[in-house]
């Protein structure tokens, strides 16, 4: 209840949405796993995402301190199905996911090396790169 008062909470839910719509039909649904690289100390997309599709979502951070607050704020919420990685995007293996979402503040140069470790994997179906303009797909 309180992240859906949250002042940004209306702006995620329509962004969450229009991924959703702009995805190949299936690719972002339950049953598929997802991962949101630069989650934060509050992965509101990710529980949003979580929410509307029932999917799996793994959150990604380099920042150990925004990882904790992260896995405190899943474990408070009683998300079962959402976890916390605190690694580097670059490093992560995405044949175990469908979908990858990449946060707008992952500076450019590692959005190109994780796009890069991704075009290596098998299995990602659909991919949102966000941006301050808009999404890229």
């Not at 719509?21 to 979580?50: H, Y």
Request: aromatic content about 6%.
């Amino acid at each position: 209840e309180t992240l859906k008062n949250f002042w940004y909470g209306d702006c995620y839910d329509k962004r969450v949405d229009r991924e959703i719509t702009c995805a190949p039909a299936g690719s972002v649904a339950a049953g598929r796993k997802a991962v949101f690289i630069g989650a934060g100390a509050l992965p509101l997309t990710a529980i949003i995402l979580n929410r509307k599709t029932g999917m799996p979502v793994t959150c990604v951070d380099s920042d150990p301190a925004a990882c904790r607050r992260a896995e405190a704020l899943i474990e408070k919420l009683g998300i079962a199905n959402m976890r916390v990685i605190c690694a580097d995007g670059a490093d992560l293996n995405y044949n175990r996911f469908d979908t990858v979402f990449i946060a707008s503040l992952v500076p450019q140069p590692l959005k190109e090396e994780i796009i890069d470790e991704i075009r290596n994997s098998k299995t990602p179906t659909f991919v949102a790169v966000r941006s301050a303009e808009h999404l890229h797909t």
